[in-house]
């Protein structure tokens, strides 16, 4: 068996595949695919491309397929795009034809918000495109790497139309208890509030507009993801748009995006709150768990301001498509081979699969690993991997490591932090030590003061928690 896992979200589909698990191709060379679809004469245009050209045809473009997927008529009904469940089919469709080569069954995971009714639908779809499926998974059930000892867990996710707030029960099972969204508060909205502020800042500071024209409006909602990400480095970034010959340039502050969205963070906020008060526990002992489509939202570290210091864990993007793939043992299945099964807990306990972090537990020393040590150079770890080996670019994001020969590896491994873990991906078949002792499996959790020792005689890496400016 190849198991190809899918995460099911409307801001992007995602899927993992192989082992260790990585994520795949499912839009040309994108691993995400948005819930966009543009009826044409031709036919019917969905995912990347689609949502390329939204703003140019904003009485066309459908993306509410897959948040109110049904089989009830659309209001404007289109050839090719009746209903939404017909939109969905042909995403889903498309989707399939990229992630056939990678595997022969596929699990699903789904927003816990979706009806018994929706995930009927969605099994008939994977029924008549003959996708083999195994089961589906909700994804909050799916993404939560490991256990939490004496907390309640929360999972916020947020999506086209609707931000989710999910609790989760940890026992023997790691059990869906309860959700609730805010409705008609997602994506759309926040980037409908974002591409109108940045246009008042080009206006104020240079009189272009880039709503004035479908074309300028969508070049600055193509602009948006990218420039999210660097808000999250930088407090100030500079947004150029090109008009005709000229370019215009503003600079645009992240605290600026964080007021206009305020409404919204405070709605998500009382959201929170009113499950956190359902589990009577203290707020410190409660453990918000951020998907990567909320983590990357200007203010989302800021939500939980006000509240004791709960802890909040940022996932790794496609948490839930990943994990599925590493705790698929874990999973009560069906035996008698008929059937698709619907998985809304879990196991829950330590993995220990062949794709999940096999490091036996430590005790906490109250700090957390923050760098790797090389050479006297301190390289902070993120959740962007840091791949090392004997050929990387520094350029490149990489480690590069010395003793260099004709027989050199390109990459021995990656190390990058998921949630509170740090976690080691073996990449070549160079031998790699941690403390002296050879690593058994394709991945290993890291922890504080551990050493790594990379090839013969060997390169040392060691696991060091850099202090605070104001730290003694």
């Not at 407090?235 to 605290?255: E, F, W, Y």
């Not at 709960?310 to 698929?328: F, Q």
């Not at 490149?396 to 190390?415: F, K, M, N, T, V």
């Amino acid at each position: 068996m190849s198991l190809i896992s899918l995460e099911l979200s409307d801001v992007g589909v995602l899927a993992a595949g192989h082992l260790p698990p990585r994520l795949l191709a499912v839009d040309g060379p994108e691993t995400e695919s948005p819930g966009f679809a543009l009826p044409q004469k031709k036919g019917l245009v969905v995912g990347q491309s689609a949502e390329q050209q939204a703003r140019l045809h904003p009485q066309r473009v459908q993306h509410r397929f897959w948040d109110q997927l049904s089989t009830d008529p659309l209001k404007t009904p289109r050839r090719n795009a009746e209903t939404n469940a017909e939109i969905a089919f042909a995403h889903l469709a498309q989707i399939w034809e990229k992630l056939k080569p990678h595997g022969n069954e596929v699990m699903i995971a789904v927003p816990a918000f979706y009806s018994r009714h929706q995930l009927g639908l969605l099994l008939g779809m994977t029924q008549e495109l003959s996708i083999p499926i195994k089961g589906l998974v909700i994804q909050a059930v799916a993404a939560v790497p490991q256990p939490y000892p004496e907390s309640q867990l929360l999972f916020l996710d947020i999506h086209l139309h609707r931000t989710e707030v999910t609790l989760l029960e940890q026992g023997e099972l790691l059990r869906l208890q309860e959700t609730d969204t805010l409705d008609e508060l997602g994506l759309i909205h926040l980037y409908r509030i974002w591409a109108e502020t940045m246009a008042e800042e080009f206006v104020r500071t240079t009189r272009f507009d880039p709503l004035h024209e479908a074309a300028s409006e969508q070049t600055l909602y193509d602009r948006i993801p990218e420039i999210l990400n660097r808000l999250r480095k930088d407090q100030t970034v500079t947004i150029d748009l090109r008009a005709g010959a000229t370019v215009h340039r503003v600079a645009l502050n992240r605290d600026l995006l964080v007021r206009k969205s305020a409404s919204f963070l405070e709605q998500a906020r009382v959201l929170v709150r009113s499950f956190m008060e359902k589990t009577g526990r203290p707020q410190g002992n409660v453990t918000v768990l951020m998907s990567h489509r909320f983590a990357r939202l200007p203010g989302a570290t800021t939500l939980m301001s006000g509240f004791d210091q709960p802890r909040l864990v940022e996932l790794e993007i496609g948490a839930s498509a990943l994990n599925t793939l590493r705790i698929w043992d874990q999973f009560d299945r069906p035996t008698n081979g008929n059937g698709a099964a619907f998985f809304t807990s879990r196991p829950w306990q330590p993995s220990n699969t062949a794709g999940s972090p096999q490091s036996e537990p430590v005790k906490s020393t109250g700090r957390q690993t923050t760098h790797l040590l090389y050479r006297d150079l301190a390289y902070p770890i993120t959740e962007a991997p840091l791949s090392i080996g004997q050929k990387n670019s520094a350029a490149d994001g990489g480690l590069l490591i010395g003793g260099q020969s004709p027989e050199a590896a390109r990459h021995y491994c990656s190390i990058r932090r998921m949630g509170e873990q740090v976690v080691l991906t073996v990449i070549g078949d160079q031998e790699i030590l941690i403390d002296d002792q050879p690593l058994k499996g394709e991945r290993t959790a890291l922890h504080l003061g551990q050493s790594v020792r990379l090839g013969k005689p060997g390169e040392i890496i060691r696991l060091i928690a850099c202090l605070k400016a104001d730290e003694t």
